[in-house]
């Protein structure tokens, strides 16, 4: 893991085409801003796991998963 350290309103580049910027710093909170072309999908982990786990289920249910075994 890449740690950076970056004050409000500084930004990072990753890829040449998504912009990741420091918004604000309130506590131990930050507002980050993401610019990203439109085919980028952002999600929060939580929000990226929840969708994994349920691509899983739907698999298991529907039996494809003895497929890619």
């Known amino acids: 893991?890449?740690?950076l350290s970056r004050k409000k309103g500084e930004a990072l580049i990753i890829n040449n085409n998504i912009e990741l910027t420091i918004l604000d710093v309130k506590g131990d909170q930050i507002k980050l801003g993401i610019s990203a072309p439109r085919e980028v999908?952002?999600?929060?982990?939580?929000?990226?796991?929840?969708i994994q786990q349920a691509n899983k289920d739907?698999?298991?249910?529907?039996?494809?998963d003895k497929l890619f075994q």
């Open 1 to 3: 893991m890449l740690a």
């Open 41 to 50: 999908p952002v999600y929060r982990k939580e929000v990226y796991e929840q």
């Open 58 to 64: 739907a698999v298991a249910v529907e039996g494809l």
